[in-house]
């Protein structure tokens, strides 16, 4: 048996690394162990600006793939159709699947040929290669995914999940790591970034069209300790910081006492950066902890200030802010703060304050477009074909009510200090 691990050849500007590293590469080791005896081949055309014949090669040869494994996010949907449909008439023997948020998002899109399943829920890896086990021993897919069967379509028990002992590290030899130099150079990263997975789930559950507990669930499920500092052993080239994958690193306090502990002990040199809510870090203690053992940057969401001082989501205190921003300064440690733009209620002098709020604060403020997948969600399979899906990444996304001009959102979301330096009278009027 053969299976083709794929993303999508499809161009787009913000190609978030991380995920191909966390999500996409470690998903493709997953299967590689559950199917030794197997060939299991991962191709990130999506990431590695491959052409479509890197991966139809697997299928136009003399013994074409059993399997194909596409991995799409929203904007990449008609890229994978695209590739599905040209896979389906080289080898119509193979069967390919879907994962990855389009499918949370809009499922019915993928619900027909040349599709035969679809993942949408459970973790994707385990809920894929139980499937393809099911299939091999002539049953039916039981978990997590929408699948086809003589022209019509079932649908299966909620996904299961695996025991985080389980989630698999990055596949180095899946990115290449020139190609990876070359992306992180085009978006102006200063560090090369190793990205592993650390929790998944969010019990926040903050935001309705939020992807995270869609696709996690909303429990929060970690690596051991012990298993997350030994893999930060050793940082492999080019990368320079781990970038911890998980949506709320803090969220487990006893679990993140005995991870500083070890790090101490282990690796205690070895920089790592986290993504996380804000609260935490007004805590000096804990920063000061964090710090000691390599805590570089924070990534937190923000999301909007409101300059009138209505009642935004989320409800951001302005102490709390000062506080972080403080304790992260006096303890070395970088900040990104995710800001949206476009969410409802929100105005263009919103946008502008938060941004103003947070340089003046030392904070980095990190700049998208807010994304209405929802809007997809709601869309025929008609309408999703005629949507240019290439334009639904969060740093092109652009609609105008958002009450900034074209030009505007792209200098903020490029070069937001540059974009208010240039215009002092707009830092005077948000003053
Ligand atoms: S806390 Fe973050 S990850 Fe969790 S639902 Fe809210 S936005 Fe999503």
Not at 124 to 143: K, N, S, T
Not at 225 to 234: C, I, N
Not at 243 to 266: N, R, Y
Not at 289 to 309: C, H, I, Q
Request: charged share 25%.
């Amino acid at each position: 048996m053969k299976i083709v691990w794929a993303s999508p050849p499809n161009f787009v500007y913000d190609q978030t690394p991380h995920y191909f590293q966390a999500l996409f590469s470690a998903g493709g080791a997953y299967l590689r162990k559950r199917f030794m005896q197997h060939r299991v081949v991962s191709e990130a055309a999506g990431f590695h600006g491959g052409v479509e014949r890197v991966i139809l090669r697997h299928f136009a040869c003399h013994e074409p793939a059993d399997y194909l494994v596409i991995w799409s996010r929203p904007w990449e949907a008609q890229a994978a159709r695209r590739l599905a449909t040209e896979v389906r008439q080289l080898s119509p023997g193979t069967k390919i699947l879907v994962w990855g948020e389009a499918c949370s998002y809009f499922p019915h899109y993928f619900e027909r040929e040349p599709f035969d399943l679809y993942a949408i829920n459970g973790d994707p890896e385990l809920v894929i290669a139980d499937a393809i086990e099911a299939w091999e021993a002539g049953r039916d897919p039981q978990h997590g995914v929408s699948f086809q069967k003589d022209g019509r379509w079932q649908h299966t028990e909620k996904g299961h999940i695996l025991d985080p002992s389980e989630w698999e590290f990055p596949d180095l030899a899946a990115i290449d790591g020139s190609v990876y130099q070359y992306w992180r150079k085009q978006r102006g990263q200063k560090v090369d970034d190793l990205s592993f997975a650390v929790s998944r789930g969010c019990p926040i559950n903050c935001a309705r069209w939020c992807p995270t507990p869609r696709k996690e669930g909303t429990i929060d499920r970690r690596r051991s300790p012990r298993d997350t500092v030994e893999y930060m052993r050793v940082l492999p080239r080019p990368y320079a910081m781990f970038q911890m994958h998980s949506p709320l690193f803090c969220m487990d306090s006893d679990w993140v006492d005995e991870f500083i502990e070890l790090k101490a002990e282990i690796a205690p040199d070895t920089p790592f950066k986290v993504v996380d809510l804000m609260n935490p870090y007004a805590d000096e203690g804990l920063v000061a902890r964090l710090a000691s053992v390599g805590l570089k940057n924070v990534g937190f969401g923000v999301e909007t200030l409101s300059m009138k001082g209505r009642h935004m989501i989320p409800k951001m205190e302005p102490s709390l802010l000062e506080k972080v921003a403080a304790n992260l300064k006096k303890h070395g440690v970088s900040s990104k703060a995710y800001v949206q733009m476009g969410l409802p209620g929100q105005s263009r002098e919103d946008i502008l304050y938060t941004l103003k709020v947070l340089i003046e604060l030392g904070l980095s403020p990190r700049p998208t477009g807010s994304t209405p997948f929802w809007k997809l969600a709601k869309m025929t399979v008609e309408e999703l074909d005629q949507t240019d899906l290439t334009k639904w990444d969060r740093k092109s996304y652009f609609d105008p009510r958002i009450g900034l001009s074209y030009r505007e959102f792209l200098a903020i979301v490029h070069d937001v200090k540059g974009y208010l330096k240039d215009n002092q009278e707009i830092l005077k009027w948000v003053a």
